[in-house]
């Protein structure tokens, strides 16, 4: 059963504009939402991350909403760069137990 | 500081034979956990280690075990190959269960094949 679902599964976005992903769960025990950045033969980077008892996190172009009550939680990525073109993962942590169910991924590609 | 290290980075190994794949965690974190990825799959927890224990486990086979050294360090161990065990494993490690962070940082995996 697939705990964190996420969407979509690839995203084209042109530079300078806004990419925004989508991450849905249903476990309420979950307590801390991070995103991870993986680019091709890497592992998975921590780019940022939300507890529940806020609504919003920036940190420079990524910001991360979080919504308690619908149980979704998204990325943003403002003025999109060739760069940022990775696979993005979000994922939640199980309350008591140091582990991350994850979200299937997204595939973003930046155009130039 | 230097990150997670893991070893090897490669691995090639026939259907029935047994693998074990090594990880050192960031200097301080006494917590490693053990992710496989796949396409099909994408990213599943494995088990998590702190202090030596095995605190969690995953839904994998018995054929999957690991273990936790006192320097932190930890090692995987696949026996009886099949083709489906082919796949990146990742291994996370984190400071929590000492100071209540949830923060993992990844290592860059082994990719392993099963032929």
């Not at chain 1, 609504?55 to 910001?63: A, V």
Request: aromatic content about 12%; hydrophobic content about 30%.
């Amino acid at each position: 059963q697939q705990q964190v679902k996420q969407s979509p599964q690839s995203l084209i976005v042109q530079k300078g504009g806004i990419s925004i992903i989508n991450c849905a769960y249903e476990n309420t025990a979950f307590d801390y939402f991070p995103w991870y950045q993986q680019f091709p033969g890497k592992g998975p980077a921590l780019l940022i991350a939300i507890r529940p008892d806020v609504s919003e996190k920036k940190e420079g172009r990524f910001t991360i909403s979080f919504n308690k009550s619908a149980k979704q939680f998204s990325l943003h990525i403002m003025d999109s760069q060739p760069g940022d073109s990775a696979t993005y993962f979000c994922a939640a942590h199980t309350q008591g137990a140091q582990k991350l169910v994850f979200g299937q991924g997204t595939r973003l590609t930046i155009n130039p | 500081k230097a990150g997670v290290t893991q070893t090897p980075r490669y691995l090639i190994k026939t259907r029935g034979q047994q693998v074990t794949l090594s990880c050192s965690p960031i200097s301080g974190h006494r917590s490693v956990s053990w992710y496989q990825q796949t396409p099909g799959q994408g990213l599943q927890f494995l088990f998590e280690y702190f202090s030596e224990t095995q605190r969690n486990k995953g839904n994998f086979p018995g054929r999957f075990s690991g273990r936790q050294f006192s320097n932190s360090r930890s090692e995987m161990n696949v026996s009886t190959l099949e083709l489906g065990d082919s796949a990146l494993y990742l291994c996370a490690s984190s400071l929590w269960g000492t100071s209540g962070t949830n923060e993992q940082f990844f290592g860059p995996g082994t990719r392993l094949t099963v032929l």
